[in-house]
């Protein structure tokens, strides 16, 4: 596997995608089990939300603290 060089533009875009994901997944789920989703497929969604949240903040830039902090 090849290392990926991201700049923090680039990091933050790639963070806001999955973010972005995670939740159009997660509403979809919340309509679907409305209309009866079945479990399994309920499990799988909300595995692949946790997957993509976790992506999202591994992804994300590490903000600089401020000296007040």
Same mark, same amino acid.
């Given at each position: 596997m090849s290392? /990926?060089?991201?700049?923090?533009s680039e990091r933050k875009q790639v963070a806001t995608i999955l973010g972005r994901r995670a939740n159009?997944?997660?509403g979809y789920k919340d309509d679907a089990r409305k209309d009866? /989703?079945?479990?399994?497929v309920d499990y799988a969604l909300t595995l692949e939300i946790e997957r993509l949240r976790r992506l999202e903040e591994k992804i994300k830039p590490v903000?600089?603290?401020s000296e007040e902090e």
């Open positions: 290392d /990926l060089k991201l700049t923090d159009e997944i997660a009866g /989703l079945p479990a399994s903000e600089p603290q």
